[in-house]
């Protein structure tokens, strides 16, 4: 059920706070027409309704980019207040491990923690069967080895982010490859999307043209696509068949929970 947020009843608060004052207590709100959101408060709440799955006790994957610092900043704050204890985080970054760190969140990593309760993260983009394309922040590799042994995974995006296939954006579609003779591996993998019209592109730092290096000493090719994939799982195997590739940012199958925040509301979609 839609329920109005009742913005007239606290004036004092932001319009923000006044929608996250509905959204803890119900799985789907809508968004009164004269509160208009900035893009980064749809992610501070999409982030906030995914920190409600948070319990005492659970060891949790942490995710990367701009919409999961607001959830990792969250559970920092719940620690902090006692709302939350015997928390434990394994972050998908070397940025995320310097804020959860900031934030007095206790870490951990895969080897001490092989399966985790539940994760939270983003998403470049997110199809109608939950599919993601991530990794436009570069750390697609270390979100697939944490967010693929999570009993939960829930994505948070604003409404932006939803596509009807991947690579439906027209934006990038990361690919996490070894440095070792790069160009012959770009050209591999835009030879494998021919039909697609893609284009392989080495993603490369500000003006100076160097290689943008992940977290993992790699490098990253980004596929842009003209059209349509087709069978995803067959273009996953494909590219993880070339052995230059390390990993890519096709994450099909794994999201088990989607928190999409938009101008009508907030909506939580299970799979
Ligand atoms: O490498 C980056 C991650 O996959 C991010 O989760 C993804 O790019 C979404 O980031 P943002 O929330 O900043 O749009």
Redesign the pocket.
């Known amino acids: 059920m839609a329920i109005p947020i009742p913005h007239r009843i606290c004036p004092q608060k932001s319009a923000m706070e006044k929608a996250m004052m509905v959204s803890s207590s119900s799985s789907s709100f809508s968004i009164s027409p004269s509160v208009i959101l900035t893009q980064d408060e749809l992610?501070k709440i999409a982030a906030y309704k995914a920190v409600e799955f948070v319990e005492s006790g659970m060891v949790l994957g942490l995710?990367?980019?701009?919409?999961?610092?607001f959830a990792v900043e969250r559970i920092g704050e719940l620690l902090r207040q006692g709302k939350l204890q015997n928390i434990v985080g394994v972050p998908?970054?070397k940025m995320t491990e310097e804020q959860a760190i900031s934030l007095g969140i206790p870490l951990s990593d895969l080897d001490s923690h092989p399966v985790l309760d539940l994760a939270i993260?983003?998403?470049?983009e997110v199809d109608p069967y939950l599919n993601l394309v991530?990794?436009?922040?570069?750390?697609?590799l270390r979100?697939k080895m944490v967010e693929g042994v999570c009993r939960k995974f829930v994505v948070?995006?604003d409404e932006s982010?939803l596509v009807k296939h991947l690579g439906g954006s027209g934006l990038a579609m990361?690919v996490e490859i070894v440095p070792f003779c790069w160009k012959f591996t770009a050209e591999r993998l835009q030879s494998l999307f021919e039909d697609s019209g893609c284009v392989a592109k080495l993603r490369t730092c500000g003006e100076n043209g160097y290689p943008f290096v992940t977290d993992n000493s790699n490098y990253i090719v980004d596929l842009y696509f003209k059209k349509d994939i087709g069978d995803l799982k067959a273009a996953s195997d494909a590219i993880l068949r070339l052995a230059g590739v390390v990993e890519h940012?096709m994450f099909l199958d794994m999201a088990t929970t989607l928190i999409v925040a938009g101008k009508h509301g907030v909506t939580v979609k299970n799979k």
Request: no cysteine.
């Open positions: 992610k995710g990367t980019g701009s919409t999961a610092k998908t970054s993260d983003g998403a470049d991530k990794g436009r922040g570069g750390s697609l979100e948070i995006v982010k990361p940012g």
